[in-house]
């Protein structure tokens, strides 16, 4: 530990945490889960719109606990603070693309059987919404969609982003870093992370309904995917005392993400592969987040 005792930033921590639970938790347990189970497809539509806004909550709740506690917005860690740090951002805009990719080639490797190029569950996906397009066309739109993805989604998600990474990597992060070492930091930090998202597990957002261990089993991985990508994340933002790279590499997984599951026969499963919600998918976030907290323990013991 570093600091000890209930102090201000125990306070500040604990304010932020409540505020953005219980606003999170009763807006997508009260509005967001009536919507999506609500039997009519316009109105899941709009709860489907409405599960992006709540990645604003915790900008929100950065706002209010600042003004209650008067610790005021000077120093709220959303700065670029480019001189320097230009490698960090690069590596936030493009080290998930390269990751999500290295992830897929894996899962494919260890199930070669579930690549396909014909495009099977898009083509699926399409038909059901009444619309039936060529293994051709479809390999066409992934083609333009990932290069869209690497190239814009960090921009075209940026909003969005950073109203979920003000408030974990712009507040939480400097405060839980002024008082835990780093290991049981990412590790707290990711369980809070993960858990926060727990509504939209149970909603079935990221891994669906009906798995064997519903919901637990869900809210359980989404923890683990949360401490390794907050690892990464933390590490961007450490460096450079800002959020704005974990607001970037957000943005590009939110982007490229998918993009794996378009090549597997079934869409692959979500605890495994290939997208990077899975073990193996992530296979290579959680070497690098790995790394990257090896680095940061040295820097601290230095």
């Known amino acids: 530990m570093k600091t000890k005792g209930f102090d201000s930033n125990a306070k500040r921590i604990l304010i932020f945490l409540g505020i953005t639970f219980g606003i999170t938790y009763l807006y997508e347990i009260g509005v967001v889960g009536r919507l999506l189970h609500s039997g009519n497809k316009e109105i899941e539509a709009v709860g489907q719109l409405l599960v992006a806004m709540a990645m604003f909550i915790p900008a929100i709740s950065v706002a209010i606990t600042r003004l209650i506690t008067k610790e005021g917005f000077a120093d709220s860690w959303i700065r670029p603070n480019l001189k320097g740090n230009v490698k960090y951002y690069l590596f936030a805009w493009f080290g998930p693309v390269v990751l999500t990719i290295l992830g897929a080639i894996l899962y494919f ?3 070669p059987d579930e690549l396909t190029f014909d495009m099977e569950y898009l083509a699926t996906a399409y038909k059901a919404n009444g619309v039936t397009l060529e293994a051709s066309q479809l390999r066409g739109m992934i083609a333009g969609q990932a290069v869209i993805a690497i190239l814009l989604a960090p921009v075209m998600n940026a909003v969005t982003c950073l109203g979920e990474e003000w408030g974990w990597r712009g507040y939480l992060l400097p405060k839980m870093s002024e008082r835990f070492r780093i290991i ?3 590790l707290i930090y990711g369980v809070i992370w993960g858990l926060w998202h727990a509504p939209l597990t149970v909603l079935g957002h990221n891994y669906g309904l009906g798995y064997a261990g519903y919901p637990y089993l869900g809210i359980i991985a989404m923890c683990i995917f949360c401490i390794v990508m ?3 994340f933390s590490y961007v933002s450490l460096k450079t005392k800002s959020c704005l790279p974990a607001v970037i590499a957000h943005g590009s997984i ?7 599951v378009y090549f597997s026969k079934d869409g692959g499963n979500p605890f495994i592969g290939p997208a990077p919600t899975g073990i193996i998918g992530a296979a290579a976030f959680i070497i690098t987040a790995i790394v990257l907290t090896v680095l940061l323990v040295r820097e601290e013991k230095g």
């Open 184 to 186: 049981p930091m990412l």
């Open 230 to 232: 907050g690892t990464i």
């Open 109 to 111: 490797l260890l199930f």
């Open 254 to 260: 939110n982007g490229f993400a998918s993009i794996a």
